[in-house]
Structure formats: structure tokens, C-alpha cells
């Protein structure tokens, strides 16, 4: 090839002349405080706050922003409540980690919210759009780094043949029993392992010391796409 000549490569021929084995792998230091976990069986959503709610002032009115969370949520100072955008739908509380109600009508003072790009997506939402009984997410509120596990009702456990772990398949989450050894649930969360001993209990950060079982995980079972994440397998590896 010449120095500036392009050509591609198929990855799977790539990885077969390679020698993992020689493959020097690089180490971070990285957080091991677990963050807490919020566990919901109906649809729900985790509000993230970088520490105590910081307030800024929304032009010509009593309104105020939080600007340190990536979620529309807003303080009104005359009524001192919460507002919480969520889709279409807004939800308020006087207190955001003790629950939230649903509301008829947003005040009068949304409608001074400019609509600019900024706003435009709290703008599309004013007046929104009321939630029917029992339709509004449950909503979780954490000023610390946490995760949320939603469940399709009451978890569902399913055997991952050849091993003795449970998967769960009613969630998005990546959950895992291990019946044949600790006893554990063990959830993989941005690429770092935690296990609890049930799922309301606090979450312990794993290095290297999963079951030997999670190896095992046939890459074709919807489970196979963590293999990427334990230690020790080719998936890992490449």
C-alpha cells in the first residue's frame, strides 16, 4: 500500500491474525463507589441532580430553572413548588423526593417562557398534556449518581442454559440471579459489575470476582451481551 492509499478490511479477518495474547491492555483507574439503585415495576424515570438543586431566574417571571440536571425541571417561587416535564405530561411536588402529583394546569407564568431553541421543547409542551389515572411514571430523585432498573411488572427470571444464573427478561437492565453460588443479583451497569443480595438492597462494586458462570453465557442467548464485559472471554479480548 502506498502512505496514503485507503483500503478496508473485514473485522472478523482483522481479529484472526492477531495475537490477543500479545495485545498489551490498558488499565484505568475508575470510581468504585456503587451509586444507589431505584427499582420500579411500571414505567419510570430517574431524575439526576448534580448535587442541591442550583436555581436561576427565567426572564419575566416568578419562575426558575434547574440548571444542574439535564431534565426540564423548574421551581416556582411563588407557589413554591416543582414542575417537572416528562414527554408532553407535567408533574409537581413541593418536595421532589417525596413524590410528585399530577396536574390539570401548569401557571400562568409558563407562558413567559421565550421560545427561543432553548425552550423550544418546554415551549411545545405548554399547556401539555394531562395524565389519565394511573398513566404517570413513577418518578425517582437522586442528587448523587444512581441507576434505575425497570421491570415489566414483578421480575421475570429465565434460565441461561449451561450455567446456573437467571436473566431477567422483562427489563432493559442487564440482571442476573445466581442460584447455584452466592445467591446474588449481579447487574452490569456502564460496562462495571455490582451485585446485591436482593434488589432493594445496596449495590457492592465487582472487580474480577464474578461467578465463573457468567463465562459460560452461550453468546447467542440474549444474555451473550455482556460477554463483552467479563473478564476473561474472547469477547472481552477483541
Known sequence: LFPNEKTSIELDRL???LDLEQVEVRTVEADARPPSVFVSERDAVLILIDGEPLLEP???????????TPSDLFWHKRLGSYYLRIGQGWLSSFKPEDGWTTIDRLPDEFNAI?????????????????????????VFVSTEPAALLVFDGKPNLGQVPGTDLLFATNTESDVFLDVGGSGDFYVLLAGRWFCMPTLNSPLSFIDHDLPSDFASIPPEHPAGRVLVSVPGTQQAQE
Do not use: F, H, K, M
Open 15 to 17: 481479529l484472526a491474525n
Open 58 to 68: 427565567v426572564e419575566d417571571s416568578d419562575l426558575l430553572v434547574v440548571i444542574n
Open 114 to 138: 421565550a421560545g427561543t431553541e432553548g425552550w423550544a421543547e418546554v415551549r411545545a409542551a405548554i399547556p401539555g398534556v394531562p395524565y389519565g389515572p394511573g398513566d404517570a411514571p413513577q
